[in-house]
């Protein structure tokens, strides 16, 4: 089971890595790019993400962090020591601030902005929220995912260190 914890590791680096680097993007300017547009056209683009984004490469990167993250908390806290510890810290990092973030914030807003009537004032006022609520839970995911790939960076870096 040792020789399994620094594969489990490394893989979870990358996942959490892709997590991150997509995060950042929509923190960084698709959203700010879309707030520029009106809100009928913001929200159509953001549904068409929405719709798009779910595809075998995102639930690849989305769902393979998250497992391998549950694996890495329960298989590092078992391992104990600097490396495990870190890489179970790492994990539950990840599992609270992007997955469960996801999970309870996120998708709803993109549920309720998929329903909400196109080019309606339901819609707009729900964009306008969708811009600060929703921006500021993916600031959560992007800083979450970034503190998970520098703790399971660590504890690889421990383990290598350890052989």
């Not at 979870?12 to 707030?35: E, K």
């Not at 998250?66 to 104990?80: D, F, I, N, P, R």
């Not at 339901?122 to 969708?130: G, M």
Request: hydrophobic letters at 65%.
């Amino acid at each position: 089971m040792a020789s399994l914890f620094p594969i489990l590791n490394f893989l979870a680096i990358l996942a959490t890595a892709l997590n991150a680097g997509l995060f950042f993007i929509f923190s960084v300017c698709i959203m700010a790019a879309f707030a520029r547009l009106s809100p009928a056209e913001g929200a159509a683009a953001m549904n068409a993400i929405n719709a798009v984004i779910q595809n075998p490469l995102f639930f690849s990167a989305f769902f393979g962090a998250t497992l391998l993250s549950l694996a890495l908390a329960v298989l590092g806290y078992m391992q104990g020591g600097a490396a495990g510890l870190m890489a179970a810290a790492g994990s539950v990092v990840f599992l609270i601030s992007v997955f469960g973030v996801t999970v309870v914030f996120n998708v709803p807003l993109n549920d309720a902005l998929a329903a909400a009537p196109a080019g309606s004032a339901e819609q707009a006022t729900l964009w306008q929220r969708y811009l600060d609520v929703w921006v500021m839970w993916n600031h959560v995911r992007t800083l979450g995912s970034l503190a998970a790939v520098a703790l399971l960076a660590l504890a690889f870096r421990q383990g290598a260190q350890l052989g």
